[in-house]
């Protein structure tokens, strides 16, 4: 690498997690990719090392003593810290979730999931995306229509491109005929295809469509 390329500052994270042994672990799992300026074993320490430290990112449990996650984002936002916020959490409860994005998270992923999940999350979060664990993203579409209530709508938070180029992989288009349609090279096609992909919490280009449909996108 030349002496003189500019190398972009790790981002900064926090984490949380009642359990130590695990906290001890994903600490591990992060450090050489991102800078562990501060860790904490329930919400209450929480709120002290993100005030102390400023982080650009929490990751969190949901479950935690004397302040959920949730509870601990809370008092760091009133105090005027805006880091971006991962839930990493046993619950597969699209309850859970559903709360989570309401209270303005910026992923949530699963504990069961595989570390680069975790490793994507944080950094779609840092583009400012979103990311919903795959194998919750149809079980909240469906708790939210049987609820009776207006559903999580992912798709809705595309924007108009993207939206654009998503009906037309629905129609069943591929990426170099959707380039020559919208007069764009395919790597844009396939960046904006793979942006969708982070946001939405799915791996493959299968579940990006099958996603698409169930929210109603050209059907």
């Known amino acids: ?44 320490q929480l709120v002290e090392v993100a005030l102390a430290t400023r982080p650009d990112l929490i990751v969190t449990d949901y ?30 409860d699209p309850e859970y979730a559903s709360e989570a994005i309401e209270r303005g998270v910026d992923g949530y992923v699963l504990k069961q ?24 993203a149809m079980k909240m579409f469906d708790y939210e229509q049987a609820a009776g209530g207006a559903p999580v709508d992912p798709i809705s938070k595309l924007t ?14 591929i990426a170099k005929e959707i380039a020559a349609e919208l007069h764009i090279s395919r790597k844009t096609v396939e960046y904006h295809k793979y942006r969708m992909m982070g946001e939405l919490g799915v791996a493959t280009s299968a579940e990006l469509i099958k996603l698409a449909v169930q929210g109603g996108l050209g059907v």
């Not at 999931?113 to 583009?127: F, G, Q, Y």
């Not at 491109?161 to 129609?171: A, D, G, N, W, Y």
């Open 1 to 44: 690498m030349p002496q003189d390329e500019e190398q972009q500052p790790m981002v900064r994270l926090v984490l949380a997690d009642d359990h130590r042994i695990f906290l001890e672990g994903l600490e591990r799992l992060l450090e050489c990719d991102f800078e562990i300026v501060g860790r904490a074993e329930d919400g209450e």
């Open 63 to 92: 479950s935690m003593p004397k302040l959920t996650g949730l509870q601990a984002i809370e008092k760091i936002r009133r105090a005027g810290l805006r880091p971006r916020v991962i839930i990493l959490t046993m619950h597969l």
């Open 113 to 136: 999931a595989a570390s680069t999940e975790l490793v994507s999350a944080i950094e779609e979060s840092m583009r400012g995306g979103r990311w919903l664990s795959p194998s919750l």
């Open 160 to 173: 108009s491109r993207q939206k654009e180029i998503l009906t037309m992989l629905v129609s069943g288009k």
